[in-house]
């Protein structure tokens, strides 16, 4: 019998927090280093064109991610087939065998 617990598997919240942590520290030293400010960037927020990036990029990259998952279940042939209603065998003429 084990007598201590098994110390358990990292939380898959923990994992995407860490993630989005590095994904974040990542893009702020991007933005440094290219030297965008604040200033800088409201200015390229008030330009339509980056809206409509601002905008259709995720957009686009659901979209695409989405068609990408289907094409996988399609590919690996999981789509359920239809299939027909079950039938109850009642035979009401055939006695009961005791």
Request: charged fraction near 15%; charge should be positive.
């Amino acid at each position: 019998m084990q007598t201590t617990p098994s110390r358990g598997r990292k939380s898959l919240k923990i994992k995407v927090a860490i993630a989005s942590g590095f994904a974040v520290a990542l893009g702020l030293s991007g933005a440094l280093l290219a030297g965008v400010t604040p200033a800088l960037a409201a200015d390229l927020a008030a330009q339509p064109d980056a809206q409509v990036a601002v905008f259709m990029v995720p957009l686009t990259i659901l979209v695409l991610t989405m068609m990408f998952e289907v094409s996988r279940y399609v590919w690996r042939n999981r789509i359920p087939a239809s299939v027909p209603p079950r039938r109850r065998v009642t035979n009401w003429s055939a006695p009961k065998k005791r």
